[in-house]
């Protein structure tokens, strides 16, 4: 879900503080254009972040599984003791 260079362009002056309006005319492209692209740019890197997330919490959840069970003692060792 890379950003386009249009995309990463907005994001960085945006960045600096730049209005859409001021923005659009150093990029040549309509105000409303610039704002339109600067939202899905938010959109798309919030479903990433989402994303990166869920699978830390999954790898980070697996690998607590992962350890209780190999902390888990085995099955009791029968000791034949002779009398």
Excluded: Q
């Excluded at 362009?9 to 309509?30: A, H, N, P, Q, W």
């Excluded at 997330?53 to 992962?66: E, H, N, P, Q, W």
Aim: some cysteine; overall charge positive; hydrophobic content about 40%.
């Amino acid at each position: 879900m890379a950003l386009t260079e249009c995309e990463k362009e907005i994001m960085r002056l945006k960045k600096f503080g730049d209005s859409d309006y001021r923005i659009g005319r150093l990029m040549r492209v309509d105000p409303e254009n610039v704002g339109r692209s600067r939202r899905n740019a938010v959109k798309r890197l919030s479903k990433e972040r989402l994303i990166w997330s869920l699978l830390k919490r999954l790898v980070f959840r697996d690998a607590i599984v992962f350890r209780l069970i190999s902390l888990k003692p085995s099955s009791p060792v029968s000791v034949n003791h002779r009398i």
